[in-house]
T-cell receptor
Framework: EAGVTQFPSHSVIEKGQTVTLRCDPI?????LYWYRRVMGKEIKFLLH????????ESGMPNNRFLAERTGGTYSTLKVQPAELEDSGVYFC??????????FGPGTRLTVL | GQNIDQPTEMTATEGAIVQINCTYQ??????LFWYQQHAGEAPTFLSY????GLEEKGRFSSFLSRSKGYSYLLLKELQMKDSASYLC??????????FGAGTTVTVRA
């Protein structure tokens, strides 16, 4: 069974540019989560989808971040315009129910 | 708040035992996870505790005391491949995981 996949694995962009991260959850998992780890800090929650609906987006830093999950399958996280402090590793996780979460490999974002 | 505290680093010798402690604020507690993360890779699930007591899974065991807001991960018969970051994560009533900063375990020959 395929695990959670994320694309791209690495992204290097300049301040002010736009980047879109993609997450494909495990098939059949209704719950999809986005997390972020900035250097030296713990992994922090960004938002939670149940199918295509945003269940909780309390962790989104600001309105430069937009997450979507059209059709309740894959999800995208867009950062527009990117700032230096957005650099970090963005993890996606999915779960069939509200406990064990399976993590993707992460996207390492570097904003120059 | 949901402060989750765990030591930053631990070092042990191959074949030894290491115990990683984790404390958290108990309000709204719904379960506690331990994840292992090798550098540049995804966190991988190790254990899940929701009731008090010890859960044993091969060389790894996890303990939980809900009244004390305390858990530990016990790694036995350490191997070099166990060198990694170990993340304590608590799930509260809102169903999102709150992570500790992670404990980097270094296993030396």
């Amino acid at each position: 069974e395929a695990g959670v996949t994320q694309f791209p694995s690495h992204s290097v962009i300049e301040k002010g540019q736009t980047v879109t991260l993609r997450c494909d959850p495990i098939s059949g998992h209704d719950n999809l989560y986005w997390y972020r780890r900035v250097m030296g800090k713990e992994i922090k929650f960004l938002l939670h989808f149940v199918k295509e609906s945003k269940q909780d987006e309390s962790g989104m830093p600001n309105n430069r971040f937009l997450a979507e999950r059209t059709g309740g399958t894959y999800s995208t996280l867009k950062v527009q315009p990117a700032e230096l402090e957005d650099s970090g590793v963005y993890f996606c996780a999915s779960s069939p129910h509200n406990n064990e979460q399976f993590f993707g490999p992460g996207t390492r974002l570097t904003v120059l | 708040g949901q402060n989750i505290d765990q030591p930053t680093e631990m070092t042990a010798t191959e074949g030894a035992i290491v115990q990683i402690n984790c404390t958290y604020q108990t309000s709204g507690f719904n379960g506690l996870f331990w994840y292992q993360q090798h550098a540049g890779e995804a966190p991988t699930f190790l254990s899940y505790n929701v009731l008090d007591g010890l859960e044993e899974k091969g060389r790894f065991s996890s303990f939980l005391s809900r009244s004390k807001g305390y858990s530990y991960l016990l790694l036995k018969e350490l191997q070099m491949k166990d060198s990694a970051s170990y993340l304590c994560a608590v799930i509260f009533n809102d169903y999102k995981l709150s992570f500790g900063a992670g404990t980097t375990v270094t296993v030396r020959a």
